[in-house]
């Protein structure tokens, strides 16, 4: 077997048993290398779910298929001028150019999270007990201050993006590349505020429709590459949607895949999870899902409560308690600094990732068309 019929055999987008399998659902499914979904899911529980650390495994999932995808692809790419798979191929890097702005709007929700963190920084200096054992009536306003600032931020009444200094910071690397690929508004500025996450991540999903058994038989399983991939790329970034904090998100998309499609199984799942653990959060979700961000609302709201107080012995049963909670805050904070600078590489991974797959397949596509 050569080695590219290899590939497509033991990829994460297989094609050939999914092939049979939309053909006959009840056929007895062959072994695939999903384990990194399945993992994803397995490691899914009440700790691990939305945090930091486990939506960067998410990403790094998707890059692999990302990954495999464009190599499949630019193998087969003589097979893109036909028909259906130029109208196939053509409709997937559409939806994959809405994945773009969902970047870059998942970069400004982690500039407001580093926000927050500054003004988390304001309360544990106000609230400095290594040094004291009482606090004076100016800390405590200047915690309270900064906890309500907090608050105001996290439930989104407030922009706290308007003094970035980066808001328009693309993730593009030198003005060199807009020459090259112009025609994505979003190399060159952040989402702007009449954009909706929810309205974007619909226009990903819209129509979107699991392949005609006559379309994967004329492309010879191609078709159920496209569909995969773009399954993929809806699934992912309703997860960062969901997670972190961006203009209009929700949860409201409707999108199924068949579980007779393996990789399915687990992402379906995963998606039953999610929605089940926004349903715990009720309205505090309203910033994210992500598990840091619950626990720095849990954790600074019990602060709040604690010290509604004007005088504060940091020795008494309350004084002790807030300690508790002051070492929990400090907890999350550290995690979230370590965790944000690798998880935004990786999301700029994906953005980039979807603009290299499109350049290459077009201008492949074009030399091929030229010596045909």
């Given at each position: 077997?050569?080695?590219?019929?290899?590939?497509?055999?033991?990829?994460?987008?297989?094609?050939?048993?999914?092939?049979?399998?939309?053909?006959?659902?009840?056929?007895?499914?062959?072994?695939?290398?999903?384990?990194?979904?399945?993992?994803?899911?397995?490691?899914?529980?009440?700790?691990?779910?939305?945090?930091?650390?486990w939506i960067g495994k998410l990403v790094d999932s998707f890059l692999c298929c990302q990954e495999e995808f464009r190599v499949i692809i630019f193998n087969h790419k003589s097979q893109l001028l036909k028909q259906p798979m130029d109208r196939l191929i053509?409709?997937?890097?559409?939806?994959?150019?809405?994945g773009l702005d969902v970047c870059n709007a998942i970069r400004d929700g982690i500039e407001k999270?580093?926000?927050?963190?500054?003004?988390?920084?304001?309360?544990?200096?106000?609230?400095?007990?290594?040094?004291?054992?009482?606090?004076?009536?100016?800390?405590?306003?200047?915690?309270?201050?900064?906890?309500?600032?907090?608050?105001i931020a996290m439930l989104g009444e407030k922009d706290s993006s308007n003094n970035l200094a980066h808001r328009h910071r693309s993730f593009t690397r030198n003005k060199d590349n807009n020459q090259q690929i112009g025609y994505f508004r979003s190399l060159s500025w952040s989402v702007s505020r009449s954009w909706s996450a929810t309205r974007q991540l619909q226009g990903i999903g819209n129509n979107f429709a699991t392949p005609r058994a006559s379309d994967v038989l004329a492309t010879n399983g191609?078709?159920?590459?496209?569909?995969?991939?773009?399954s993929i790329l809806l699934f992912v970034m309703w997860v960062l949607v969901a997670a972190i904090p961006c203009q209009d998100r929700g949860l409201q998309v409707n999108?199924?895949?068949?579980?007779?499609?393996?990789?399915?199984?687990?992402?379906?799942s995963l998606h039953d999870k999610i929605m089940e653990e926004s349903k715990k959060r009720?309205?505090?979700?309203?910033?994210?899902?992500?598990?840091?961000?619950?626990?720095?609302?849990?954790?600074?709201?019990?602060l709040s409560e604690l010290i509604?107080?004007?005088n504060l012995l940091l020795i008494d049963e309350k004084g002790l308690e807030m300690k508790e909670r002051m070492k929990e805050l400090m907890h999350v904070v550290e995690d979230v600094k370590e965790g944000l600078k690798p998880f935004e590489r990786k999301v700029r991974d994906i953005f980039h990732r979807i603009v290299r797959s499109r350049t290459e397949v077009l201008d492949s596509l074009g030399k091929v068309h030229i010596r045909e």
């Open positions: 077997m050569a080695e590219t019929d290899l590939s497509f055999g033991r990829s994460l987008l297989s094609l050939r048993r999914d092939q049979v399998h939309l053909m006959d659902p009840t056929a007895i499914p062959e072994p695939m290398s999903m384990e990194k979904f399945i993992d994803l899911n397995a490691s899914a529980n009440d700790n691990e779910l939305l945090s930091l650390i053509e409709d997937y890097f559409e939806r994959s150019i809405k999270i580093r926000q927050w963190l500054k003004l988390i920084e304001i309360i544990m200096s106000a609230l400095d007990m290594d040094q004291r054992q009482h606090l004076g009536e100016g800390e405590i306003h200047r915690a309270k201050k900064a906890l309500v600032d907090l608050a191609l078709a159920l590459t496209v569909y995969t991939m773009t999108f199924y895949f068949p579980r007779h499609f393996q990789w399915a199984v687990p992402v379906m009720d309205q505090k979700n309203a910033c994210g899902l992500l598990r840091e961000i619950d626990q720095i609302e849990r954790s600074s709201r019990m509604d107080s004007e």
